[in-house]
């Protein structure tokens, strides 16, 4: 059964950092591109970064580059966003999901991050 399960979301202050973690089961990990979205309230979901199968390609919406840093371990099954300088406008649910451009795969329960002081 394909599972990805997102964990790490939390309430941080303005400037803070949080890493999360997705997990996936249920298809074969290493033969994909991974990526994070995000949803705030009242807004649609939207890509935040994405890795290549290899990490031989990342990308990073204009919004958190700088700030965020994917990875993976395809060992694991996992990919990871690590958030620094966090910011109000940050706070949303996140998701991760299989493939580069379009998402794969139905989503996950994703994991609340709330950036406030």
């Known amino acids: 059964q394909l599972q990805l399960v997102e964990s790490g979301g939390g309430l941080v202050q303005p400037g803070g950092s949080l890493r999360l973690s997705c997990v996936a089961s249920?298809?074969?990990?290493?033969?994909?591109?991974m990526t994070w979205y995000r949803q705030a309230p009242g807004k649609e979901r939207e890509l935040v970064a994405g890795i290549r199968k290899d990490s031989d390609e990342i990308k990073y919406a204009d919004s958190v580059k700088g700030r965020f840093n994917i990875s993976r371990d395809n060992a694991k099954s996992a990919v990871y966003l690590t958030m620094n300088s966090l910011k109000p406008e940050d706070t949303a649910v996140y998701y991760c999901n299989a493939g580069w451009a379009i998402p794969v795969y139905y989503w996950g329960q994703g994991t609340q991050v709330t950036v406030a002081s």
């Open positions: 249920g298809f074969t990990f290493s033969n994909f591109a």
